[in-house]
């Protein structure tokens, strides 16, 4: 006599009700998806639209650089980015990032360990400082990171050489109908006035040839020579050609360059790894929370929204219980009335 009673309860629910329960726990799912997403993206925002405040001591700054080093090594692809620092002839990078996987205990994939064995033999760095310093250092032309320490190095070892060979050079395509450098001219007919000048005129020339600096970073180079031509040789003094070649990378403005020589100053070669691993997020690591009127109403829209979508699920789910707990209430005391009805009508039972 349960069966009947219990697919009479079940089959209450009609299929249309059905449906549109349906469709609210779907809105409820997305609109928890929704409010999440946004509110994440909304508190991100406040994050890293802040100013970036570096901390005034050393210390500190360096503390603050490590710890988000440490965490950003956890995450990075050291196979892929040796591998993709190899097949660009950038061997700086992926020596830089084979030892920052070995200070942290990184194993590397065979093939990773093998590319990398097989680019830094006696024989293929020899041939490599041959072919990029050599053609560097006559043409003025860097083809990669290493070529561009290796024309920075014999520029500022032989006094007035690259001033007077990239003024030929601009002069001989000026003879030729070819377009003309103003900059890199003016600077080097600076560098063959002013001494003094060259070591600051020649980092920025061989910047502005290096194939792989950010278009925003050559702009800025063309915009403000003096202000980036003391950024550049701060970096070179505060780390070498490493640091250097391995903001060029990634910087993009002046701000960036000026923040990486601090790092450098501050951290050494630790400054230089978080450069290259943390790469363009590396001032999100001194970035100060910015809260705006715009964030904070979209912050609090997608609270409100994750708010009424919890609530819209936890009010479906707490109907189904409550649905199971009275039809098994209501079962059972059925159950029990039967049960006394047979008692008081079969007595001799």
Request: with cysteine.
């Amino acid at each position: 006599m349960l069966r009947p009673a219990a697919s009479l309860a079940a089959g209450r629910r009609h299929a249309l009700h059905r449906a549109a329960r349906a469709i609210l726990l779907l809105l409820s799912l997305a609109g928890l998806w929704l409010g999440f997403r946004e509110a994440a993206w909304t508190v991100e925002a406040i994050r890293h639209h802040g100013p970036v405040v570096l901390p005034e001591d050393d210390t500190a700054l360096r503390d603050t650089l490590l710890g988000a080093l440490a965490a950003a090594v956890l995450r990075f692809d050291f196979d892929g980015g040796i591998r993709e620092a190899l097949a660009d002839d950038d061997l700086d990078r992926a020596t830089l990032l084979h030892e920052v996987a070995s200070r942290s205990g990184v194993t590397l994939a065979a093939d990773t360990a093998a590319a990398y064995a097989a680019a830094t033999t006696p024989a293929a760095r020899l041939w490599r400082s041959l072919r990029d310093c050599g053609g560097g250092a006559l043409t003025g032309h860097a083809a990669s990171i290493t070529g561009l320490g290796c024309v920075l190095a014999s520029d500022l070892a032989v006094p007035l050489y690259a001033d007077a060979r990239d003024a030929t050079v601009q002069a001989g395509r000026w003879l030729a109908g070819r377009p003309v450098d103003p900059l890199i001219l003016g600077l080097s007919l600076t560098g063959l006035g002013f001494a003094a000048a060259q070591p600051a005129t020649d980092l920025v020339k061989a910047t502005l040839r290096l194939r792989r600096v950010d278009e925003g970073l050559r702009a800025t180079l063309r915009a403000e020579p003096a202000k980036a031509a003391g950024e550049l040789a701060g970096l070179w003094r505060a780390g070498g050609t490493r640091a250097l070649t391995t903001s060029l990378r990634e910087a993009d403005d002046l701000a960036t360059l000026a923040l990486h020589r601090r790092v450098v100053a501050a951290a050494g070669a630790d400054g230089t790894a978080a450069i290259a691993i943390l790469g363009r997020r590396l001032p999100a690591a001194f970035r100060g929370w910015q809260v705006t009127r715009p964030l904070l109403v979209r912050l609090a829209l997608a609270g409100s929204l994750a708010s009424l979508a919890g609530a819209l699920l936890l009010g479906l789910l707490a109907q189904d219980v409550a649905v199971r707990v009275a039809r098994r209430i209501g079962l059972d005391l059925l159950a029990w009335r039967l049960g006394a009805v047979g008692r008081s009508t079969c007595p001799a039972a």
